[in-house]
């Protein structure tokens, strides 16, 4: 079984959707721990409660980025890492750190990429009038939200939504093609 990471910064539901998907048997990859950026990331405590190792690291208290990706470089090193999962990690990685990782880090992303790249995807959608939208697993690469999608799902845009009721129907389907994206990621169908 593959080894795995995942980075956080808050809540951690995808997090933990990998996290019960591990748990199958025949599942080609486990979670070996939670790095947060965020010591007050909820996900963090829930990773802990399930027994996995979990570090927190805030950029803030390095002098760079630089210095800040390296010592989360010993920490995925010292935990034997494989394959890097971004689950609602809220920081922009550096390019070394990234090629370092080259087809071995993937993240989610809450839109239908290349639509809507960066932030605030929901209300971007609903601005524009977007009739579907959805959740995209891509592999991470320099540029943001860039790399090759490995699985996509898309929900309807219905009337009255809000960006919150739209986050909401489109999570359920982050936490379905996640796990199914490592999968195939761990198991070296890609
Ligand atoms: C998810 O919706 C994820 O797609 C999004 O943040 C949320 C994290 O939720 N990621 C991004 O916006 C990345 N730029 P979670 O902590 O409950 O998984």
Same mark, same amino acid.
């Given at each position: %079984?593959?080894?795995?990471? #995942?980075?956080? /910064?808050? %809540?951690g539901?995808?997090? *933990?959707?990998?996290?019960?998907?591990?748990?199958?048997p025949?599942?080609?990859?486990?979670?070996?721990?939670?790095? /947060?950026?965020?010591?007050?990331?909820?996900?963090?405590?829930?990773?802990?409660?399930?027994?996995?190792?979990?570090? *927190?690291?805030?950029? /803030?208290?390095?002098p760079?980025?630089?210095?800040?990706?390296?010592?989360? =470089?010993?920490?995925?090193? *010292?935990?034997?890492?494989? #394959?890097?999962?971004?689950?609602?990690?809220?920081?922009?990685?550096?390019?070394?750190?990234?090629?370092?990782?080259?087809?071995?880090?993937?993240?989610?992303?809450p /839109?239908?990429? !290349?639509?809507?790249?960066?932030?605030?995807?929901?209300?971007?959608?609903?601005?524009?009038?977007?009739?579907?939208?959805?959740? =995209?697993?891509h592999?991470?690469? !320099?540029?943001?939200?860039?790399?090759?999608?490995?699985?996509?799902?898309?929900? !309807?845009?219905?009337?009255?939504?809000? !960006?919150?009721?739209?986050?909401? %129907? #489109?999570?359920?389907?982050?936490? %379905?093609?996640?796990p199914?994206?490592?999968?195939?990621?761990?198991?070296?169908?890609?």
């Amino acid at each position: %079984r593959k080894r795995v990471a #995942i980075l956080i /910064s808050g %809540r951690g539901s995808n997090m *933990s959707a990998l996290i019960e998907a591990a748990r199958a048997p025949d599942y080609p990859a486990e979670i070996v721990g939670v790095l /947060s950026n965020r010591a007050a990331a909820p996900g963090l405590a829930i990773a802990a409660a399930d027994g996995i190792a979990t570090a *927190s690291l805030a950029q /803030s208290k390095f002098p760079s980025r630089d210095m800040f990706e390296d010592v989360m =470089t010993q920490i995925l090193e *010292s935990w034997n890492v494989d #394959i890097v999962c971004l689950a609602g990690f809220m920081r922009i990685l550096g390019d070394d750190f990234v090629n370092r990782w080259a087809g071995r880090m993937i993240n989610i992303h809450p /839109s239908l990429l !290349p639509l809507y790249k960066g932030l605030h995807t929901h209300e971007r959608a609903l601005a524009d009038g977007a009739k579907v939208h959805g959740c =995209t697993v891509h592999f991470v690469t !320099p540029g943001l939200d860039e790399g090759a999608p490995i699985l996509q799902a898309e929900v !309807p845009v219905l009337p009255g939504d809000t !960006p919150e009721t739209l986050a909401t %129907r #489109i999570l359920v389907e982050e936490h %379905r093609i996640y796990p199914q994206a490592l999968r195939l990621l761990a198991s070296g169908a890609i």
